[in-house]
């Protein structure tokens, strides 16, 4: 049996396995990540260090989860879930801070100059477009955010929408308002005043 297996008794506290092994809802603690520096750093950057406490709330295909860490939900996919590894006791496990060139993800919820921002009410760059004005079945890549509510670039990234991500959308209810979108094997709801905070580009037109 795998290890995290809920049927597996010597699957003890003590031993690490997987994140993309554990069981719906129980509670874990991050014991390592282990990925190249790019994907480290990226997770670092979401929160998930060693020593952070999650639990995973839902799965979907090829590994992918939606983790509960804090107040917040984030989606990963198959590689970040298994570059993480994790077990059921946080005992011994030392909290380890995200170096200092790492934005934490409380603090990378401020603009940084590989965040594009943009001025209210001026025109967005030839290669950037509104998300609301990508038909379903279009495929799109955030850049970063505008300014306007910290609340709400909060909500963006610990739903996954972190810049660089990669999305799908996937249909538009009546009136524009929201959108869905397909991150990482999850659908998301977008009300308009969310959807309008990314800064997204196009990688295929529907």
Known sequence: MKPGDPA???SLDASSFLLAEACLE??????EVSAQAELRDRLISMG????????????AARDSHLVAV??????????????????RSAVEIAPEAPSSSIPSLASSMDISPQRPTQQPGSAPPVDQVQLQT???????????YRQG????????????????????VTRHAPMGD????KVRGFSLMLRKHEADMLIVTVLRHA
Do not use: C
């Open 70 to 87: 804090a107040n917040a939900r984030l989606a990963l996919d198959g590689a970040m879930s298994r570059a993480i590894r994790v077990r």
């Open 48 to 59: 998930l260090h060693r020593g952070r406490s999650l639990r995973v709330v839902m799965r």
């Open 8 to 10: 597996n008794p010597s």
């Open 149 to 168: 509510s910290r609340s709400y670039r909060q909500k963006l990234l610990a739903m996954g929408l972190t810049p660089g991500t990669e999305f799908e």
């Open 134 to 144: 990508l038909p379903a079945g279009s495929r799109g890549r955030v850049q970063g």
């Open 178 to 181: 929201p959108v869905e979108l």
């Open 26 to 31: 129980e509670p874990l603690w991050v014991v």
